[in-house]
């Protein structure tokens, strides 16, 4: 089956720079994508890696290491709007076609 | 484009009343899912369809659940009897076979369901 693993709580200072982790086991692997989402929000697409390397969307950055089944979301100059949850996310199965969401991690961005 | 739309936003219910949740996808998509997101066991996909045809259903907990998607712009979700055990955020997804951003979902606002 799938798993994922990625730190259940992160907090940062407003400004800084932080890096949340994502590893994970499938059976077949398509890529790695990260979803946000708000305290009464719906999940909201940030980003997506198929390949290796460092994906970069304004302030955040995504980057995959396929070798290594990891891959983190970089989120620089933080701003108090960016406390959410963040979730990491891989195709199910092999042929599959719907995506198995880890735990999440919350993000409280402190002034 | 609208996005996804779910319908109502907010059910509050007795235990054992028919709940009906409802969702449009966004045009052109192809897939369809169906989320259940508690504290305690996260976001889970109940089932999905592609082209109106469920897919798989291997997460709709139990026979009280039922799905359908008469059409490419509809699909609903029934719960029928409710149980208290069943109150959760319950999200629709769709996306688009081939995307920019490879398996891509967008996600509605959601229907927090509450049995009582």
């Known amino acids: 089956g799938q798993s994922l693993e990625q730190p259940s709580e992160v907090t940062a200072v407003e400004g800084a720079i932080v890096q949340i982790n994502c590893t994970y086991q499938t059976s077949g692997f398509y890529g790695l994508s990260w979803y946000q989402q708000h305290d009464g929000g719906a999940p909201t697409f940030l980003s997506y890696?198929?390949?290796?390397g460092l994906e970069e969307t304004g302030r955040f950055s995504s980057f995959l290491s396929r070798s290594d089944s990891y891959g983190y979301l970089l989120l620089q100059e933080l701003q108090m709007k960016d406390s959410a949850s963040y979730f990491c996310a891989v195709r199910d199965k092999t042929g599959a076609n719907n995506l198995f969401f880890g735990t999440g991690t919350r993000l409280t961005v402190i002034p | 484009d609208a996005g996804v739309i779910q319908s109502p936003r907010h059910e509050v219910t007795e235990m054992g009343q028919e709940v009906t949740l409802r969702c449009k996808p966004i045009s052109g998509h192809d897939y369809l899912f169906w989320y259940r997101q508690t504290m305690m066991r996260g976001l889970e996909l109940l089932i999905y369809?592609?082209?109106?045809?469920?897919?798989?259903d291997s997460g709709m907990p139990e026979d009280r659940f039922s799905a359908k998607m008469p059409n490419a712009s509809f699909s609903t979700l029934k719960i029928q009897p409710s149980e208290p055990r069943d109150s959760a955020v319950y999200f629709c997804?769709?996306?688009?076979?081939?995307?920019?951003?490879?398996?891509?979902?967008?996600f509605g606002p959601g229907t927090r369901l509450t049995v009582l």
């Open positions: 369809f592609n082209n109106n045809v469920p897919i798989d």
């Open positions: 890696n198929a390949l290796d």
């Open positions: 997804a769709s996306r688009r076979t081939s995307g920019e951003f490879g398996d891509t979902q967008y």
